[in-house]
């Protein structure tokens, strides 16, 4: 297949796009330590909902007064209408010969101009409208915030609203240069799956001095889903409704920013240069915003105090059902909107010491920032003192720092990685993590898979004896069982089979996944199909190929009760066909439910939701996997779609002081660091050795699938052994694995396993570590053993240390 190339960019990423490029060449490009990311280009589209026909507008009447009902004016400072300020409006285009672009009605030469097309469709013209409504709602005579502003098209999206992220990408680069010495605003009520290269482009926009403002979307959901939206450096814009609530398509979220009119806003249309039309979207919510920083813009305000005047500026507490975790503040450019005279800074004080306990956490990000989250937990009575959750973090290669001046006590601190490869050292940019506890380094690193966790501290003895009680044990973990919904008793019979279950309305169930896989790299790793979907333009697949889809890990803590909710569709399907739920706790994989044909179902063909609820019995996390039941065939096919977890919530406990001794921290000590430069060694006796990529390995294989770790009294000074290892799978099938054993007192212990397949794949090299409780025996041995390894099957390890404390 031939490569073509579709852009150079360097002025908001540096990279570049190409088609026809293979997979084996992507992942080329991606082992090299010079590329920080390789993505698939994705398809974006306009932020539209239902069109009305409505002449006349609201929006405007709104944002300049604090309080319903409407005035039917607008009146912004009479000065100020957004003169020697350019727009940008990276989107459809603008029919830069509309009336509302006129310089007066006398004069109908266009304050609109043509910048460049990057939508690959070779006009200059709008032929879909949706610009031409958001350049009107910006700067129109009429329908315009900024009714004197300089509008500028810039074309990313074609006729049928829709383009590529590296369309959108060349748009940005030419909007850098040519707004370089003018004051200017940009506008982008567009968006698509989540994607780092054109999160980073809209960045660099905004860094470059042109405040950028974007669409939240429109499916009423999380607007830290999609992307520019997730971006923390603009502004996001959710809609409103006339009678100030949230309007019921748009998304929400701490990614969102302010909101404003979206709505039936009427503005310019492209059927004419008379015409106007009223639609809705956040498309329509955001040009408002971009607006109001026009009229900043010509107050004098610095472009990089734009958005924090405007959030300063926002009315708050008149949005009804705002969502969660979405400001509460609504747009508002009324009278006096030119800023005031500086008041004199008051002498900045010395930082005040912080009299207790400090603790800072130092987080560098890695390539996938999106997916570290961590937590901080007093253990003296078991509370979270602080935490970021999957999806704050959203720069790659960036340092951030958390400070906290807490009581003195015994604190957990835990770092999580959502797809279980920790946040160093596969990717480019390494990321890790640091903890200083009263400026002492307790804990860092980044090596890790999908969790680390470090207590330091001590509780804080009671003012009062108490009366002597027992600690609480710890409940062993078992198998997730089923059990009806219930909120007053969520605990699990375990003996009740898994049932499928339709909602309950009268429940009140949080959701906090979704997937809609319409991503590559979503919440699920398994199979895509393009050919059938519920929504969007994308399915799950499950056939005789794609025989599983695994879940992130996903964190439950705060449930008592999840329920699963999601469409499937079959083909092919006969009776004993179908698809199994499962969920895995404590490293172990648990059948929740399953659907079959016959039984559950009886149609193939058709779109049917599904559903199941499961106690958590207490876990922290989960993993889910749909895989399929005796399919025989490609014929035999299912379809998930559509995907949302709901929980739940757990009644919060009254706080219980326990005294606890604080721990002894130790460090490991290294017992031998091995890289078989020198062949086969004593801590190995027997191994085979290989020299694999310039450098001698390790090596399992189907004539050796056994080495053991000859012991040498390792053990007898030590209560706790860690073994740390890099390997490569060559030619594994899937399944295919190997897995660490411990022989204690004579018996041998399975340890530790690792799979090729979702986590692991052929031709890239992990690291794997495990630690072990000998369990004060000194009779210790460890062992390497394969499991499947079959024909031309290899395992290279290499760089193994065994450290004990």
């Not at 002498?347 to 130092?362: D, F, H, N, Q, V």
């Not at 706080?655 to 721990?663: D, E, F, Y």
Request: with cysteine; aromatic share 10%.
């Amino acid at each position: 297949m031939k490569v073509n190339l579709l852009g150079i960019f360097s002025k908001s990423i540096k990279g570049f796009a190409v088609s026809g490029l293979s997979v084996n060449a992507a992942k080329a490009y991606t082992n090299n330590k010079r590329v920080l990311f390789v993505q698939q280009n994705a398809y974006v589209q306009v932020f539209e909902d239902e069109v009305t026909e409505k002449t006349t507008t609201w929006g405007l009447d709104r944002v300049d007064q604090r309080d319903l009902p409407l005035d039917d004016t607008y009146s912004p400072d009479e000065d100020l209408d957004g003169t020697g300020v350019h727009a940008y409006i990276i989107d459809t285009g603008i029919r830069i010969t509309h009336e509302e672009f006129w310089v007066s009605a006398e004069n109908n030469a266009t304050r609109a101009r043509w910048g460049v097309n990057t939508a690959e469709d070779n006009n200059r013209f709008d032929c879909n409208g949706h610009g031409t409504h958001v350049a009107g709602t910006v700067g129109g005579k009429k329908y315009g915030v900024a009714k004197n502003v300089t509008l500028v098209a810039v074309k990313v999206l074609n006729c049928a609203g829709d383009g590529t992220y590296a369309g959108v990408i060349k748009g940005i680069e030419w909007t850098i240069t040519d707004a370089k010495d003018k004051k200017a605003t940009a506008n982008l009520s567009l968006g698509g799956p989540t994607s780092a290269a054109v999160d980073m482009a809209v960045r660099k926009l905004q860094e470059s001095g042109v405040p950028t403002f974007v669409a939240a979307g429109n499916d009423n959901s999380d607007a830290c889903l999609a992307s520019p939206a997730r971006e923390r450096s603009v502004v996001t814009v959710g809609s409103t409704a006339p009678n100030d609530s949230r309007s019921d398509f748009s998304n929400y979220g701490e990614c969102v920013d302010i909101f404003a009119p979206g709505t039936d806003i009427t503005s310019a249309w492209i059927d004419s240069d008379t015409h106007a039309k009223a639609i809705s979207g956040t498309s329509m919510a955001s040009p408002h915003v971009c607006g109001a920083a026009a009229l900043l813009l010509q107050s004098g305000v610095d472009p990089a105090s734009v958005d924090a005047e405007l959030l300063n500026r926002g009315t708050d507490n008149k949005i009804t059902n705002p969502g969660d975790k979405s400001p509460n503040k609504l747009l508002y450019i009324g009278e006096n909107v030119e800023t005031n005279p500086p008041t004199p800074a008051p002498p900045t004080a010395a930082p005040t010491p912080c009299p207790l306990s400090s603790i800072k956490i130092e987080i560098m990000t890695d390539e996938f920032p999106d997916e570290t989250s961590w937590k901080l937990v007093n253990n003296c009575n078991n509370e979270t003192k602080a935490s970021k959750h999957f999806g704050f973090y959203d720069k790659e290669g960036y340092h951030f720092t958390h400070e906290e001046c807490l009581t003195d006590a015994q604190y957990n601190f835990t770092i999580y990685d959502q797809w279980d490869d920790g946040m160093c050292c596969e990717y480019q940019p390494e990321g890790g993590y640091k903890v200083l506890y009263n400026d002492k380094v307790v804990a860092e690193g980044g090596n890790f898979e999908s969790s680390e966790s470090t207590t330091f501290g001590s509780c804080e003895p009671p003012t009062a004896s108490p009366t002597p009680t027992a600690s609480p044990t710890a409940s062993p973990i078992t198998p997730l069982t089923a059990t009806p919904t219930d909120t007053t008793s969520p605990t699990a019979s375990p003996t009740t089979p898994f049932t499928a279950t339709p909602t309950d309305a009268e429940e009140n169930w949080e959701t906090f996944f979704q997937e809609y896989f319409e991503t590559k790299r979503g919440k699920f790793r398994g199979g895509i199909s393009k050919g059938e979907y519920r929504s969007g333009k994308q399915s799950l697949l499950l056939n005789k190929q794609a025989r599983k889809a695994t879940s992130v890990w996903t964190d439950i803590e705060r449930f008592n009760v999840l329920k699963i909710n999601f469409y499937a569709k079959f083909k092919g399907t006969n009776d004993g066909d179908g698809i199994v739920l499962m969920a895995k706790n404590n490293k172990k994989w648990v059948e929740v439910t399953e659907w079959l044909m016959g039984k559950e179902y009886n149609k193939n063909d058709e779109w049917i939701p599904l559903s199941a609820t499961l106690p958590t019995q207490g876990m922290n996390s989960l993993k889910f996997r749909f895989q399929h039941k005796k399919y025989r065939g490609q014929e035999n096919t299912a379809f998930i779609d559509d995907v949302s977890i709901s929980g739940l919530m757990k009644p919060t406990p009254a706080p219980v002081l326990v005294p606890t001794p604080a721990p002894v921290v130790l460090p490991w000590e290294t017992i031998f660091d091995e890289d078989f430069e020198e062949g086969s060694t004593d801590s190995f006796p027997g191994a085979s050795i290989e020299t694999f990529e310039g450098k001698n390995c390790l090596l399992l294989k189907r004539q050796q699938q056994r080495v053991t770790i000859k012991s040498k009294n390792y053990f007898v000074d030590f209560s706790e052994i860690k073994l740390e290892f890099s390997f490569y799978f060559d030619s594994m099938e899937e399944d295919d694995s190997f897995f660490l054993r411990m022989k204690l007192n004579g018996k041998w212990i399975r340890m530790k396993e690792w799979m090729r397949g979702e986590d692991y794949d052929n031709g890239a090299w992990y690291t794997g570590s495990v630690v072990v409780d000998t369990k004060g025996s000194k009779n210790v041995k460890l062992q390497f053993r394969g499991g499947g390894i079959r024909g031309d099957d290899k395992i290279y390890m290499d760089k193994v240390t065994l450290s004990g404390k």
